[in-house]
């Protein structure tokens, strides 16, 4: 999307949409930027906390230079003699990159506090105190657990290279040199580290309190017979 009134003269003001819910503004005055935030939220689908929005945000200098367009030590440089249809789609292939930085941020903080909401169970565990889940609680934990690995490893494109670069090896580079530099497939590494290992502390949860419920269950069987003989025998000596 273009705009009309650009930050700097020189360069077009453009706006990038993607349909991860992010959006790459180029050469925008923040007015302009603020407004357009503004319409994007009354159309929002399930939408972050405005907070986590705002904080969670990615920001690259650019400068127009002669020679090939690059990312230079976090300087975006785009060749100046491109013409319009192709530095579009040169910023294209970097607002691609930042999106999904940006994406993974916000799913970066879900985890984080998903880790924090269950803390207190390792501890707990180890000290013997009663853990204040019930078995509906951890099934949804791990409900979330799950969607969440789920929209990282098969829902996003953060462990392939999108099918719109596949014959165009040029926008292909400059978006893979600013994943590394942005360091998503480090950080998807992370992430599915930090999953396995709530996966296995809900699989423990989930399995300590199915054996409770078992143990319970066996008991009130017991109690049950119990009584049954208790009857039986006031039945034979009365």
Known sequence: MGVENSAKEGDPGTIFFFREGAAVFWNVKDKTMKHVMQVLEKHEVQPYETA??????????????????????????????????????EKFAFSNALCLSVKLAIWEASLDQFVESIQSIPEALKTGRKVKLSHEEVMQKMGELFALRHR???????LITPDFYWDRENLEELYDKTCRF????RR???MNEKLQHCMELTDLMRNHLTEKRALRLEWMIVILITIEVMFELGRVFL
Do not use: M, P
Request: cysteine-free.
């Open 188 to 190: 998807v590494k992370v």
């Open 52 to 89: 986590l929005v705002h904080w969670e945000n990615e920001e690259l200098n650019y400068i127009k230079t002669e020679g090939q367009s690059k990312l230079h030590r976090g300087e975006i440089r785009l060749n100046s003699e491109l013409d319009v249809d192709d530095a579009i789609l």
């Open 152 to 158: 990282i490893n098969l829902s996003s494109d953060f």
């Open 182 to 185: 942005l360091s998503i497939t």
